[in-house]
């Protein structure tokens, strides 16, 4: 089997974080219950002559840990063929059976978990040198298919026969060895299996059929163990509703590329032995580069496989610069190729159709200086990294060049503070003499991916003759492309070790003569060697440092995030239970607290990510500072009091109270920083909070923030990376204390938007003193205090509303609370159903519309879109509201570009939900 492996292992590494982690944080509710044996099925069938457990089996097995993980059970396997297990838990000899698709016949007999474990596609296979092509179904009639006995997977392939106008001799076999052992001697034409199994190698697909959801099955004769399933299964995917594709591309996304088969029209344009041009650049090295006139570098490589693989023959055409490749790629008028970003975005604005990736990788900031924070960048003109570089790190001043090797030179020569490279460009760069004591850094926010391109004025049966082959290309044939391209090995010669260390050199001449001359050439060499390895070895260090702490952060999420969620479910259980009215009307109002505590975490989370992608703005308004402030200490005292903290503030040098700024951004910084100042000092313990402004240039001020307290302390080397998202300091005083590491990282954040600075005094055990300046323009306004009316809820009774919320849990709520005020709701369940049911609706008969975003079918924006362009005479006025859990300014945007009138962010505040309303339906 000829799989491409897929190179990205980071993102392989990040799903089995993501997996790993959800089972090892699971909540298990049996805790007190004996522990449940479970026999399972496994299908002897899956083994295709793989010694050992081949990779379903492992996937079967993990996808059952994690069950395990809610339902405490453990299991016993059961190993048969596939029709035998069917049986087997027909008669209650075994408990449970994985991937069985659901029918009509097999419901008599079977319990069906409530939620599917994934999606099986069909596919029919052929051998390597079958006489079939791709799609080919006039050729299909009639042929001899084998499948695995007791599969509804055959049923799959006849009814998708029956629409292409085929039809199939069917021939079953005990297991799928055994039917691909026929397929290879010749007995069946072709063989249908799904993509839930391994296939064995010299083999290519013919067809990819129908896909239909899989289930857990468990035997008639036992209720319990089914409940117990389905609630196991609930359970873990409200903690990781993406449960089922992470697993699933932790175990066969390396597999999933296998070998597909030509189409007929494919292998004519093959066989006409067509020549493409391919547009390459000559100073895009490890990619693509010209040694004596030749193509070289990792594409030209994969270009050349290609043309083995396809007959195709490939003739390249070299330019000088990215922009150049761009330029004459676009007034060609032959069959051509280049390589290309994989961006689907950048590929269309550049009139181009591209492949899957062949090379992924991330990307690495390139400085001569670590220490320097970098204000300029090289970047190459008009190519994919500057692109991003401009969305990602607007402040960054680019400038621009035709060549990466031109923005190398740049900072080697102070010409710019650092460029950006990919993970190969990086290596290739750094093992040249010249870029070796670099700092290369890899980036979060960048990856970059190369893909062939297409014009879209070439042939249409080209891209996919392209796509094809790269995925018959073998892992070992790619990784041997990369290893060959990646680095320059610049020869160890006397005259290099002259320019390297001339002086060294020099000295050993004079002194020693050439012997000695050769051995100093020798050990320099080692030296070089062993520097070179422990650079690498930094790097690679550095890597693995921001995995654990990215690891460390997903690890402290899943605490602080299931520790108001056991608050939820616990006290949920118990107001259920309750029938003293007080007892669980304060149980509701411990779920509601620890619903707004996870709420302002998810919150957090999301604003850094808003700030670090560039989005973070200040909604400027005229603010009391003192009142801000004041507010906050309001809220921190009875936290104090409880830890018998003495927590005092002095705000009398405010010499300008009233100025311009963002009141919920300055709010947050003082919280954050007086919160951590509580939670870091220990009983009987002081915080003092101190805030002061000073007139600049008679419009402004500098406000002064210090809060300081006498508690734990930082070490000094903590204090260099205590903004950083995810850090915390490991100390012995802080294992009991939890927290996610971003409440430093927003305060950072928001001093840097407004202009400001942070510095910070910590010493162990004797405290720390934070302070924050801002420079802010003073304001003539006053305050607005006047509070906003209070809601009439007489107003709605009678309304008739169009709820569109695809989520039942969501619609329930929304429906009662509309329902307490007397609104009509009529729900739908997506945007396509809503929108008919609008266009049903007599005019006027809706008094207004509460719209979800992501919705099924038809998401809300073009739902919205669509009732404002209706033809009646109240698809105009008729107020439509975004109800969403959406609460990003992107999002509000979009909502009034397509024709809403307000924004609702979920969870839902009754009196907000009802006064913006109010407001639109008054208009």
């Not at 391109?453 to 042939?459: A, I, L, Q, R, Y």
Request: proline share 2%.
């Amino acid at each position: 089997m000829k799989n491409r492996r897929v190179l990205s292992i980071i993102s392989l590494a990040a799903v089995a974080v993501m997996f790993f982690a959800v089972s090892f944080f699971a909540l298990s509710y049996n805790v007190c219950a004996a522990q449940r044996t479970v026999r399972v099925g496994i299908s002897d069938t899956d083994n295709t002559g793989i010694s050992g457990e081949n990779e379903t089996v492992l996937f079967q097995k993990d996808y059952l840990q994690a069950i395990s993980e809610y339902a405490d059970w453990k299991y016993e396997y059961v190993s048969a063929s596939w029709d035998e297990l069917l049986k087997m838990v027909r008669n209650g000899k075994i408990d449970l059976l994985m991937d069985v698709t659901k029918t009509d016949e097999r419901m008599k007999y079977y319990n069906f978990s409530s939620e599917a474990m994934g999606t099986e596609m069909c596919y029919l296979f052929g051998r390597s040198d079958t006489k079939y092509n791709y799609n080919d179904y006039k050729a299909f009639n009639g042929m001899k298919v084998g499948y695995e006995k007791g599969s509804t997977v055959i049923d799959e392939l006849q009814k998708y026969g029956r629409r292409k106008g085929f039809s199939v001799k069917p021939k079953p076999y005990k297991s799928g060895a055994a039917m691909f052992r026929a397929l290879d001697a010749g007995k069946v034409d072709t063989v249908v299996q799904t993509n839930y199994f391994e296939t064995p190698e010299g083999h290519v697909i013919l067809a990819k059929c129908s896909s239909t959801p899989v289930y857990f099955i468990t035997s008639k004769k036992d209720s319990s163990l089914s409940e117990e399933l389905d609630d196991a299964m609930a359970q873990l995917f409200s903690y990781n509703p993406s449960f089922n594709s992470d697993i699933f591309e932790l175990h066969f996304g390396r597999a999933l590329s296998k070998s597909v088969g030509y189409t007929k029209e494919e292998h004519a344009y093959m066989d006409k032995k067509p020549v493409v041009y391919v547009y390459y650049e000559t100073n895009w090295a490890p990619f693509e580069y010209e040694t004596g006139g030749k193509a070289e570098g990792i594409t030209p490589d994969i270009i050349r496989a290609i043309g083995k693989e396809t007959g195709i023959k490939f003739k390249f055409i070299l330019s000088s610069s990215t922009k150049a490749v761009y330029d004459d790629a676009s007034s060609a008028s032959n069959d051509l190729i280049m390589a290309v970003s994989y961006d689907y975005s950048w590929a269309k604005s550049h009139g181009l159709l591209i492949t899957e990736p062949y090379v992924s990788g991330s990307v690495m900031r390139v400085a001569k200086d670590s220490g320097k924070s970098p204000a300029t960048v090289a970047v190459v003109k008009g190519g994919y990294l500057e692109h991003r570089i401009s969305k990602t790190y607007p402040k960054l001043k680019e400038v621009p060049y035709l060549t990466f090797g031109e923005c190398m030179d740049a900072v080697a020569d102070g010409d710019a503070d650092c460029t950006f490279l990919n993970y190969y460009q990086a290596n290739y760069y750094r093992s040249m003499g010249k870029f070796e004591s670099f700092v290369y850094q890899p980036v979060s926010d960048i990856t970059q991916s190369i893909s062939l391109g297409v014009t879209e004025e070439s042939n249409p049966l080209l891209l996919g003759i392209l796509s094809k082959s790269l995925q018959s290309l073998s892992a070992d044939t790619i990784q041997s492309i990369l290893s060959e391209n990646s680095t320059k090995t610049e020869q160890f010669s006397f005259g290099m070790m002259m320019r390297r260390y001339p002086v060294r050199m020099a000295a050993g001449i004079a002194a020693f003569g050439i012997g000695i001359g050769l051995i100093i050439f020798l050990l320099v060499s080692l030296r070089i060697r062993k520097r070179q390895n422990r650079e690498l070895a930094e790097a690679k260090a550095e890597a693995e440092a921001a995995n654990r702490a990215k690891s460390e952060f997903l690890s402290s999420m899943s605490h602080d995030l299931r520790t108001p969620l056991n608050g939820i479910i616990g006290f949920t259980d118990y107001a259920m239970n309750e029938h003293d009215a007080d007892k669980k009307q304060d149980y509701l109002s411990k779920v509601k607290s620890s619903g707004e505590l996870m709420r302002d975490m998810v919150n957090d989370t999301l604003e850094l990510s808003r700030i670090e992608s560039g989005k973070g703005t200040l909604d400027l308004q005229t603010v009391d500072l003192q009142d801000v402030a004041e507010t906050v200490m309001t809220s921190m005292r009875p936290y104090a009091e409880l830890k018998r903290l003495e927590l005092t503030d002095d705000f009398s040098g405010l010499v300008n109270r009233m100025v311009l700024a963002d009141k919920i951004k300055i709010q947050k910084i003082i919280l954050n920083l007086v919160s951590n100042a509580i939670k870091y000092t220990g009983e009987g313990g002081s915080v003092a909070v101190v805030m002061t402004s000073a007139d600049i240039s008679g419009s402004g001020s500098n406000v002064s923030l210090t809060v300081k307290d006498n508690g734990i302390g930082m070490s000094e080397e903590f204090c260099r990376t205590m903004f950083e998202p995810f850090t915390q300091e490991k100390r012995a005083e802080t294992d009991t204390m939890t927290g996610t590491g971003l409440g430093l990282s927003i305060v950072r954040k928001y001093v840097d938007l407004m202009g400001g600075t942070v510095d910070v005094k910590s010493k162990i055990h004797i405290g720390t003193e934070v302070t924050v300046v801002l420079p802010l323009k003073n304001s003539d306004e006053g305050v607005d205090v006047t509070e906003k009316p209070a809601v009439r809820y007489e107003i709605f009774a009678g309304k008739h509303a169009l709820l569109f919320e695809d989520n039942n849990v969501n619609a329930e709520i929304a429906q009662m609370i509309l329902g307490d005020a007397g609104v009509i709701t009529d729900r739908a369940a997506d945007g396509k159903a809503g929108l008919e049911m609008y266009a049903g609706s007599g005019d006027g008969y809706y008094d207004f519309i509460l719209m979800d975003i992501r919705m099924p079918v038809m998401n809300g924006f073009e739902a919205a879109a669509a009732i404002r362009g209706m033809d009646r005479s109240d698809a105009a006025t008729v107020p439509v509201i975004a109800m969403t859990a959406d609460a990003f300014e992107e999002s509000m945007t979009e909502a009034a570009a397509a024709g809403m009138n307000g924004y609702i962010t979920k969870p839902i505040d009754r009196d907000a939900m009802f006064r913006t309303i109010a407001e639109n339906i008054s208009k």
